[in-house]
C-alpha cells in the first residue's frame, strides 16, 4: 500500500484507459486506476478549477444521492481516505473540522452512520467532526497523484465516446451533467447549487440545515481565506450566472444562525449544477464499437466529493 491507501494490481494486465470527465469523481478514478498500473489518460474539456466539482462546498455527507443501499459503502470508503488525507492538509486540502448538522437524528440515518467517528446527538442536532475539503487544492493535488502515477491529463472535448474508443481498449464515463447528451441518458439532471464567499469573521466551525422538500438550505463552511456561504438545490435549473436576490437571501439565512455573517464582505459569487441522476449513481460496464469497454461512473448528485473514493474503486474493479 501507497502512503494514499492505493494498492497496484500485481500480475493483472494492464490496460490503456481514458477516462472522460476531470472532476473529483473523473480525477479519482482516473488516480485508482494509475495506482493500480494501469495507462492512465483522463480527458476533460475545463481545466478541474473550472469544473462543477471546484465550486462545490465539499463537507463530506451523502447528501440527495442515491442508491441508499450502495451509498453507505461508498461513502465510508471515501471517508477513511480523507482521514488519512486530513494528516496534510496543505498539500491535500483535506482538513478534519467540527460543526453541527441541525435537526439531523442518527435514527434518521443510514447504517453507515454507526461507522462515524466523533459524533455528538444534541438538542440542536448532530455535532460531528467531519472532513472539509478545499476543492482547488484538492483537485490539483489529484491531477499531481495521476501524473505522479504515470498518467496524463489532457484538454479535451468529447462529441462521442468512440473518439476515445479510438485510442484506447477501455473509456471511463466520468463526465457527470455531460453525460445526459454523451450516453444519452435523459434522467441526468441539474440541481443548482449558488454560493457567497465572504471574508471570513472569526468562524472556525462549519453549519449546515437542509429540508429535503426545499430548494433552499442553509450553511457556512470555513475554507481557508473565505467563509463559503449557501445555498440552493433547484432541480432542472441550469441557470449558471449567480442570482443577486438568492446571494442576498443566502447571506440573510446564514446571518440569522451567525449575526456577524451580515457585516461580512463579499468576496465572490459561485454557481454549480450538480450532476443528479433520477435513477441514482450509475457504475456499470458496456461495450464499445469494435470490442472496447465502457465503465459508467456518473449521477452523484451533491456527493461527488462524498462517494469519490468508493465510487473510483467501485468502477476500477469493472475495469478490471
Known amino acids: 500500500m501507497n502512503e494514499d491507501g492505493a494498492g497496484r494490481n500485481g500480475g493483472a494486465a494492464v490496460t490503456e484507459v481514458i477516462v472522460v470527465g476531470g472532476g473529483v469523481s473523473g480525477l479519482t478514478t482516473a488516480m485508482v486506476l494509475a495506482d493500480r498500473g494501469h495507462r492512465v489518460r483522463v480527458w476533460s474539456a475545463a481545466p478541474a478549477a473550472a469544473t462543477t466539482s471546484a465550486v462545490a462546498g465539499a463537507l463530506w455527507w451523502p447528501y440527495r444521492i442515491e442508491p441508499l443501499d450502495r451509498v453507505g459503502d461508498w461513502s465510508l470508503a471515501t471517508l477513511r481516505w480523507y482521514e488519512e488525507l486530513a494528516a496534510r492538509p496543505r498539500e491535500t486540502g483535506v482538513r478534519l473540522v467540527a460543526g453541527v448538522h441541525r435537526g439531523e437524528r442518527l435514527a434518521a440515518l443510514g447504517a453507515w452512520a454507526a461507522q462515524l467517528n466523533d459524533v455528538v446527538e444534541t438538542a440542536e442536532g448532530l455535532r460531528c467532526r467531519l472532513p472539509l475539503i478545499d476543492m482547488p487544492v484538492h483537485l490539483g493535488w489529484l491531477e499531481e497523484r495521476v ?50 464567499l465572504v471574508e471570513n469573521p472569526g468562524i472556525e466551525e462549519w453549519f449546515t440545515e437542509a429540508d429535503p422538500a426545499s430548494s433552499e438550505t442553509t450553511y457556512f463552511f470555513p475554507k481557508p481565506g473565505r467563509l463559503v456561504l449557501g445555498g440552493t438545490a433547484g432541480t432542472d435549473d441550469w441557470r449558471t450566472a449567480p442570482d443577486p436576490l438568492t446571494a442576498q437571501e443566502i447571506v440573510a439565512r446564514c446571518a440569522r444562525i451567525r449575526p456577524e455573517i451580515a457585516g461580512a464582505r463579499v468576496i465572490g459569487h459561485r454557481v454549480g449544477l450538480r450532476p443528479a441522476r433520477d435513477a441514482g449513481v450509475r457504475i456499470e460496464a458496456g461495450s464499445l464499437p469494435g470490442g472496447g469497454r465502457l465503465v459508467h461512473n456518473y449521477g452523484h448528485g451533491g456527493a461527488g466529493v462524498t462517494v469519490a473514493r468508493g465510487c473510483a474503486e467501485a468502477a476500477a474493479q469493472l475495469v478490471g
Do not use: H, I, Y
Open 147 to 196: 501524473r505522479a502515477a504515470g498518467g496524463s491529463v489532457e484538454r479535451r472535448t468529447v462529441a462521442s465516446f468512440d473518439e476515445a474508443a479510438a485510442q484506447a481498449s477501455t473509456v471511463v464515463n466520468c463526465t457527470g451533467l455531460g453525460a445526459r447528451e454523451l450516453v444519452p441518458d435523459p434522467g441526468v439532471r441539474p440541481v443548482r447549487g449558488q454560493l457567497v
